[in-house]
């Protein structure tokens, strides 16, 4: 990749709200499972580990960052799928089977478009707020100067939720 490239990236993680941040790294984790696939069909051992290895760091990250105090049973639903996921790509790692790939990236891509659709709702609620301040969307008086400051809600009531 070249410099330009990397500066793009860099500013877009910079610069981007948890929702975004972690629907990216949902994005990083579908194609590290997708390249892993290839790596396999086309033999390239090495090449299916270090996807594997990528994927499983991601996972990892999502399984170990759940709030489960906030988040009770959605949390632990996550908390088993992303289990599942990870069982499921060591068990590749070792045996090679790319079929094993399939569900792991059904489940990858039905949270992505889960938790896009939570964003937006999140995004649709925030907006709602100032208009209802009695919803359980409405900020808190430390986000509220941010909100009206920068458009943008601080990122507590989304990652809380999960």
Known sequence: MNAYMN???NNQTLTATPEQILIQ???GAIRFVRQAKMALDEGRGADKAKAISKAVAIVTTFSN???REVGGEIAEELS???DFILRELSEVNSSNDAAKLAP???ILLD???AFVGAAELNRQGAQAAPASPNSPYAPSPQNAQQIQATGEVAP???AASC
Request: hydrophobic share 30%; glycine share 0%.
């Open 7 to 9: 500066q793009y990236q």
């Open 25 to 27: 790294l949902y994005d």
């Open 65 to 67: 960052t759940l709030n």
């Open 80 to 82: 088993r799928l992303y």
């Open 104 to 106: 792991v990236e059904k």
């Open 111 to 113: 949270l992505r478009e």
């Open 156 to 158: 507590r009531s989304f």
